[in-house]
């Protein structure tokens, strides 16, 4: 029974891991893909506009690079890349919870991030000299993503010191 607790506290470190990965990974992939069906269509009417554009589809895959980041801090604490990965229930769901700010916010705010950005590009495609204004739109958002990965960093970071 207790080779089955150590066992699975590796299970749920794991999965805390995978889930700050792809879930922001899929909201960002989503965002960006809106936001380059904006650009495309700015871009047709004005092919200049293309940096500009190019930077507002952008701003939503951060939160994937950031659940990125979580996962692989994870994984580093917890032996997977190299070494011992022999963690307790108790600590394999203490770092569940660590990365569930990032996943939850990285969702959330990818999503939200890349309906901001698409607002923008309506203002970069009608005002061009207004881009610097729009950006701060979408950008006001990206501000959330990272207290998130602030938060998971600063979870996760400190779980490896408590003996359990």
Known sequence: MKEFLNESGVFFAVLGAALAALVPGIASAKGVSKGGITAAG??????????????????PGTQGIYGLIIAFITFAQIGVLGGSSDISLVKGLLYLAACMPMTIVGYASAIRQANAAIASMGVLAKRPDQFGKSMIFPAMVETYAILALLISILAVSGISGINI
């Open 42 to 59: 700015i871009i047709t009417e004005d092919p200049s506009l293309f940096a500009k554009a190019l930077i507002l589809q952008l701003l």
